[in-house]
């Protein structure tokens, strides 16, 4: 016979047959004792959940006798856990609007070159077949990417020269995978039927003291380590307020590069558009289904690595503030369960008296403490869901404290988002906080001596 | 010979406050018979309520040997001891001290649901011995709402729900007036001469001391005088009488029909 079934059939007949509506919620669920069918049936007789309820009544009908007192508890767990919430969305929300601004803007999530390129880009180190990139992408269910042909360069103008990183995009596709289109201030972005067209940085132009339509001439080597020249015309200018972008960057049609370095079909860099959360899986994908070919399939952080880090650091400060305010939460709450204990030493020594353990007086002020917690906790992720939810709908603007542009890959409206794993983290830290703030004054209630308590409480 | 409820053999107790001590009993040797209505006198600071704790388990001792109900307390644990107080002794203190969250009969039905009982029969119990100490009216009542002596009764009825042996009220009518206290007492008498429950009574009111089946007078932590039966004169027989509003020829007639019904069943432990 199962456990299940031999518990639930030493379920008491007379509890069965009582009425619910005339019970409390609790009892009832107490006495059900096949609903606690994973404990033993020694563990869970009658006997043990009549204590059980009954410490628990005690410790509900304590909380609600000093309502007052539980109601300011609460609210300052809740307060503090809505405003950690808040915190979290407002940081996950900053991350997300600079990470995103940070791939969108020129780099992407992923990668692909040949091994080496990404620490000397030079032609040579073009990847020869394409195609077979390509084919993984589409394996890999891919269809956000762009090719690139990147190399360095020199730009020169009527007045003076400046080195440049000249980068060859495929127009059409890169849209799908950045927004370097959005970021012209001056001018438009290239146009497929673009030939010898280019787009230089802000400061780059200012150096070069050139304007639109001026022309540029652009010095090279081709993927023979020859000289190559061509002239181009400035068509647009970058003004994104990121020095990254503004500065040593020139941008033309891919055609355009492969034909003036003489690299036909050949690219050197492959962008990949992708989710945050996807792109590890892809590339360990990637790396699977390329493995033969030399290939680096570089996420943005193995690139970037600063820019994890500085979000590895912001949070870190979240945690610090984390501890703050479970140190606050901890402080009060051991006060008020400090108070109740002390309040209560009389009546404890008196329950003792009467046949209560200190195990159960324990237990009882540890159920007050959980409770506490557990109601604390549900009112701030109320409160904290609902301001992460509306000021994410709406956005927060910081254009005041950053200026109407971007500066740090960061735009001036910020709408907050809340993950799971953080409200996770928060609520049950909190939670094990209010518990642990139960656990002193449990302990020292435990160890009163009944006459003494009696007499000196 | 009946086996004694209660057997206490060269008991000694000290206080100490720093380094000075203070002995609160001194070679106390006492036996309390089952059924015995007995209490303890003495002046403020005598050793009275020590005696009741450390009968109750409640209190250590320096040296002596005490048992209650056969079993050695004293070399019991703290777990043993808060399981033997909840099967066999029932308390009422002075100052009342139910649990002020509950009503009245959840008071009395919590000592039952410690034990073990399903809520409901806790609560039958309850009303049960709250209609025996006559305010079963007002069971669903919150202690802040009854008088002092409504929240003795309530104590009386949680010393008897539990069904134990021996009870023991340290200055059980302190805080009630003269005729609560009376009252109470004569409760307290009838409910001893019904059920057999042993009842060891401390307190220095006069009106207990008459009502007392034997008197252990203490003094400066010692047993000076001990009385199986207290001699009482036809005033303390009137004055203790639960039916003081009669004529004193009738409270009288009355009384004595009780005392002799009382000293028939005399020798009858348990009469549940």
């Known amino acids: 016979m199962s456990r299940w079934r031999t518990i639930s059939l030493t379920r008491p007949r007379e509890n069965s047959a009582t009425p619910l509506r005339k019970r409390c919620l609790l009892c009832y669920i107490l006495e059900r004792r096949d609903l606690f069918y994973f404990f033993p049936g020694e563990l869970m007789s009658l006997s043990t959940t009549t204590v059980a309820h009954t410490i628990l009544t005690v410790a509900l009908r304590n909380l609600l006798t000093h309502r007052r007192r539980t109601l300011l508890t609460i609210g300052a767990i809740a307060v503090g856990l809505a405003s950690l919430i808040f915190l979290w969305g407002f940081n996950e929300g900053l991350h997300r609007n600079m990470l995103g601004n940070f791939q969108k803007a020129i780099i ?23 195609s077979r990139v390509v084919d993984s992408l589409h394996q890999a269910g891919i269809s956000d990417y762009s090719t690139r042909l ?19 995009m495929d127009p059409v596709r890169e849209g799908r995978v950045t927004e370097l289109a959005k970021r012209i201030g001056i001018g438009r972005f290239l146009a497929p039927e673009d030939e010898y067209a280019l787009i230089l940085g802000a ?48 941008i033309t049609s891919l055609a355009t590069l492969q034909e003036m370095m003489d690299l036909n079909d050949r690219v050197t860099t492959f962008v990949i558009s992708s989710d945050e959360r996807n792109i590890p899986s892809l590339v360990s994908e990637l790396e699977h289904s390329l493995q033969d070919e030399s290939l680096e399939v570089m996420p943005w952080y193995t690139m970037f690595p600063v820019m994890k880090e500085w979000v590895t650091l912001h949070n870190g400060f979240l945690y610090l503030f984390l501890g703050v305010v479970l140190f606050i939460v901890l402080a009060g709450e051991l006060n008020t369960m400090l108070i109740s204990m002390l309040e209560r030493t009389r009546e404890f020594g008196v329950l003792m008296a009467i046949g209560t353990t200190g195990y159960q007086i324990a237990g009882m002020l540890l159920i007050e403490a959980a409770v506490i917690g557990i109601a604390g906790i549900i009112f701030g992720i109320i409160l904290g869901y609902a301001s992460v939810f509306f000021t994410g709908l709406y956005g927060i603007d910081l254009s005041i404290l950053l200026g109407s542009t971007s500066r740090f890959y960061v735009d001036p ?10 409200l996770g983290i928060t609520s049950g830290v909190i939670f ?13 209630a435990s160890l009163l001596q009944p ?5 000196n409480g | 010979m009946v086996k004694p409820i209660i057997s206490i053999r060269e008991l000694h107790k000290c206080y100490w406050v720093g380094t000075m001590p203070f002995p609160a009993l001194h070679g106390i040797n006492l036996d309390i018979k089952p059924g015995e209505f007995a209490v303890v006198a003495g002046r403020s600071g005598s050793g009275k309520s020590t005696l009741l704790n450390i009968i109750g388990a409640l209190e250590s001792v320096d040296n002596g040997n005490v048992e209650v109900l056969g079993h050695d307390i004293l070399n019991m644990n703290r777990d043993l001891r808060t399981q033997f107080r909840l099967r066999n002794i029932g308390f009422v203190f002075q100052a009342y001290n139910l649990i002020r969250v509950f009503t009245a009969r959840e008071n009395v039905a919590y000592v039952c649901q410690l034990q073990g009982k399903s809520r409901k029969e ?61 009252h109470l007492i004569n409760l307290m008498h009838e409910l001893n001469q019904r059920l057999g429950t042993t009842f060891l009574i401390s307190s220095h009111d006069p009106d207990v001391k008459r009502a007392a089946g034997r008197l252990i007078k203490l003094a400066d932590g010692q047993i000076v005088d001990s009385w199986d039966e207290v001699p009482k004169t036809p005033q303390s027989l009137a004055s203790s009488c639960p039916t003081s509003h009669l004529p004193l020829k009738e409270r009288l007639r009355k009384l004595l029909y009780q005392r002799r019904k009382a000293r028939a069943s005399k020798g009858k432990v348990d009469h549940r």
């Open chain 1, 108 to 130: 992407g999530s992923i990668q692909i070159h040949r091994d080496g390129f990404f620490q000397h880009p030079e032609l040579s180190k073009s990847i020869t077949n394409p």
């Open chain 1, 150 to 168: 990147e190399s360095f360069a020199l730009a020169a103008s009527d007045f003076t020269t400046q080195g440049v990183m000249l980068i060859g």
């Open chain 1, 203 to 250: 400061t780059t132009a200012n150096n070069l003291q050139i304007r639109l339509g001026d022309e540029v001439i652009i010095i090279g080597y081709d993927r023979y380590g020859a000289m190559v020249a061509e002239s181009f015309t400035l068509i647009g200018i970058i003004t994104s307020g990121e020095m990254g972008l503004d500065k040593g960057m020139a």
């Open chain 1, 413 to 422: 409206l910020i709408h907050p988002h809340l993950k799971l794993d953080h």
């Open chain 1, 432 to 444: 094990i906080a209010s518990l642990i703030a139960g656990i002193y004054p449990a302990w020292r």
């Open chain 1, 451 to 455: 006459v003494e308590a009696i007499r």
């Open chain 2, 122 to 182: 806790s609560l039958d119990i309850a009303n049960h011995w709250l209609h025996e100490v006559e305010i079963g009216h007002l069971g669903y009542r919150r202690p802040d709402q009854l008088s002092g002596g409504q929240q003795q009764r309530v104590a009386v009825a949680r010393a008897l729900a539990s069904g134990p042996k021996l009870i023991l009220a340290d200055e059980p009518t302190a805080n009630l007036d003269s005729m609560t206290g009376r």
